[in-house]
């Protein structure tokens, strides 16, 4: 079902006349939901990945908006009722019981504002980035650089904190603090996509000078004051907006293609807003990083939870870890007829286990068609939600996502009528075809003018706006659906036929699967390039998808292929990450090209 809900990341405006870099592209975000997206910063977006593969009905609801009226027009109205004649003369005994009221809202909200503009001025600070992303058709070369502008801000340990999209895919990043006309080289200490955030480090000791950390807050209720504080376009200078927290709940990250908590502000958030603070009571409370377009006023921030897991991370292992997966695909029960097949008693909630990563700790204890009745003690209601704070409800990810890799979880389970605990231990878990590969180049293998590539959805993005549609259907569906059965596994497909006469007629076969080499199963990229370069018979099989094949003469295809890299100006045969597991034989080849 396509929802006309569209996300739109805030990058930071294109360096360059003022312009924003905006595009759109159309994402599957689950079987239920699939806005179109809208980013403004150099990468393309991904379709939503649930990490724990639950769908949660309740996140398609676009039609409650928060609505913020302005102080000023509740005093104009009593103002108005008390002066029928339409002067400005006031009964001193009553109106200003009236008036205080709503200007000691107003006084409290622009002093809430002056606030966070004094606290943010030594400790916000706008972001310089150069990118170059890669171009998946021609895996051996990048596309032309861009500049981009984002905000950042100071926290403990003389680091700075930003959003993942504002430095994806640098190749350059300048950091200017508020005052200073001075701009100084920053470096990307860890770096996590999926929750959108980011560490820069500044070797320069000049810029610390007068700079002021900000600290960390809780998660803000409903309807409390915040100021986002930032760098967006239209001007030079910082930038300071005020509005409420709307809603808290797991939101789809439009960068990292996942979801995780985040919360909806009123307040005005554009892009270069991106990577500031929204501040709250001298604290933190969150991360500027995307906001709705088509709807005034809805932007959304990276809770403290997030920021602190993401911290925790680096500074207990040096890297960004992940977040973890319990590894389930699960189904509400709010079905009465379901209930009853699964022996479920009027007192038990749950969600139905539909499908399980073979990969995960979860594969080992749990089955399809088991109820999960609680996590770590927390009852899961029939929609797969649990309490939160004062009579609010979240989707049990949420308590999944915010345990650390290798914490257990004990899980109450049905299972044919009867009851279980089970431990499972909980880790990151990725896909079989990635849903991003921010500052990676691509992995290829180029053997007789077969391009050999690692099926990923950037390089299905390449296919355009409409992607989901005009690529090709299969790898479409299983980059989306299909889950991994052995560790390292990947697809890979013959992306292009680079011409030659030893390859005249296999020009059809590309955009297939690669399944064996003679004889003999793949497992990933590297495993074919293995079996390739070590190939001792005289001719060379490839088995593909739909049952075609591919045959070669070994010898003259090793010839055709420094031939063809000299005429297509490739630099080498293979990757750097194939070039270090390549035998002599592949290094011998590689000089020749």
Partial sequence: MLSSTILRRLGGARDGGGASVRRRISTILSPSLSPLISKTHNLLPKPFHNKSLFINPLNNNNNNKFICCSSY????????????????????DDDDDVISESESVSVSNAASAYSATEI??????????????????????????????????????????????????????????????????????????????????????????GMSFLELGDIPFL??????????????NISVTKGVVSRVEPTNYVHGATQLMAIQIDAAINPGNS?????????????????????????????VPVIKQFLSGVENHGKYVGFCSLGLSCQPTENVQLRNHFKMRPEMTGVLVCKINPLSDAHKVLKKDDIILAFDGVPIANDGTVPFRNRERITFDHLITMKKPNETALLRVLRGGEEHEFNVTLRP??????????????????????????????????????????????????????????????????????????????????????????????????????????????????DLDEERVIVLNYHQAKIATSKILTRHRIPCAMSTDLVAHGNDSSMSMLAQA
Avoid at 74 to 90: D, G, H, M, W
Avoid at 226 to 236: F, I, K, L, R, S
Avoid at 491 to 507: A, F, P
Wanted: hydrophobic content about 35%; aromatic content about 8%; glycine content about 6%.
């Fill in 429 to 542: 878990l990725q896909p079989l075809v990635p849903v991003h590969q921010f500052d990676t180049p691509p992995s290829f293998y180029i053997f007789a003018g077969l391009v050999f590539v690692p099926l990923t959805q950037p390089y299905l993005h390449e296919y355009g706006e409409d992607w989901y549609n005009t690529s090709p259907r299969r790898l479409c569906e299983r980059a989306t659906k299909d889950l991994p059965q052995k560790p390292d596994q990947e697809i890979v497909i013959v992306s292009q036929v680079l011409m030659d006469d030893i390859s005249v007629g296999y020009e059809r076969l590309a955009e297939l699967q690669v399944k064996k080499v003679n004889g003999v199963e793949i497992d990933n990229l590297k495993h074919l390039c293995e079996l390739v370069e070590n190939c001792s018979s005289e001719n060379l099989r490839i």
């Fill in 120 to 209: 943010a001025l030594d400790s916000v600070v706008k972001i310089f980035t150069v990118s170059s992303c890669p171009n998946y058709f021609l895996p051996w070369q990048n596309k032309p650089q861009r500049e981009s502008m984002g905000s950042g801000f100071v926290i403990s340990g003389n680091r700075i904190l930003t959003n993942a999209h504002v430095v994806a895919d640098h190749t350059f990043v300048l950091v200017r603090k508020h005052g200073s006309p001075t701009k100084y080289r920053a470096e990307v200490q860890a770096i996590g996509h999926e929750c959108d955030l980011a560490l820069l480090t500044v070797d320069n000791h000049e810029f610390w000078n």
């Fill in 73 to 92: 027009s509740s005093s104009t109205a009593a103002a108005s009722t008390e002066n029928n004649n339409n002067n400005l003369k006031r009964d001193d």
């Fill in 223 to 236: 309807q409390e004051a915040v100021a986002v504080v930032g760098y967006p376009q239209g001007g030079d």
């Fill in 275 to 303: 990577g500031g603070p929204a501040i709250m009571e001298n604290k933190v409370a969150g991360v500027a990083f995307q906001n709705l377009s088509g709807a005034e006023n809805i932007g959304y921030i990276i809770p």
